[in-house]
C-alpha cells in the first residue's frame, strides 16, 4: 500500500496542466496560431507538462484545438467539421487527398506513431509515412 501511494504521488507530482495566456506560448506557437486561426476565437491555452517535456494545447470557441511541441511547433489540430487550414497540411497531402477523395476535405490532421495521420469529413482515416506518401486507410 505504501509503495502505491508513493507512485502515485510521484505521477500525480510530475503532471501539471495549467492555464495560460496566449502570450505565454513559445514565439513559434504564437506565430502558428495567428497564421491559421482567428486570436480573437481563443477560448483557452492549456500547457501540459509530464516530467520533463511540455506540449500546448488551443482550444477555440468552434471546439477546434491545436497541439504543439514544448517548442510551440505543431503536432496536431482537430477542426471537427471544418476544413483544416492548407498551411498545416503540406501541400503533396492535399493533392493526394483531392484525388483519391476529391469530394471530401481534411478535417483533423497531425503526427502519428509512425508518420502522419488525417481524418476527412466523411469520416475515413488516412496514414502517410513520414515523407508524407500515402500508405492506407487506418481501420
Not at 476529391?102 to 502522419?116: H, M, R, S, Y
Amino acid at each position: 500500500m505504501a509503495i502505491m501511494a508513493v507512485l502515485f504521488g510521484l505521477s500525480s507530482c510530475n503532471t501539471r496542466d495549467q492555464l495560460i495566456t496566449f502570450a505565454q506560448l513559445p514565439a513559434a506557437g504564437q506565430q502558428l496560431v495567428q497564421a491559421n486561426f482567428d486570436v480573437a476565437n481563443i477560448a483557452y491555452v492549456k500547457q501540459d507538462r509530464e516530467w520533463f517535456d511540455k506540449e500546448y494545447e488551443v482550444r477555440f470557441n468552434d471546439g477546434s484545438e491545436l497541439d504543439m511541441e514544448g517548442d510551440g511547433s505543431f503536432k496536431h489540430v482537430d477542426c471537427k467539421f471544418q476544413a483544416v487550414p492548407d498551411a498545416l497540411v503540406p501541400e503533396i497531402v492535399r493533392q493526394q487527398v483531392a484525388a483519391q477523395f476529391p469530394q471530401a476535405f481534411i478535417v483533423e490532421w497531425g503526427k502519428d506513431d509512425w508518420g502522419w495521420k488525417a481524418e476527412l469529413n466523411n469520416k475515413l482515416d488516412l496514414k502517410f509515412n513520414s515523407s508524407f506518401e500515402f500508405i492506407g486507410i487506418d481501420d
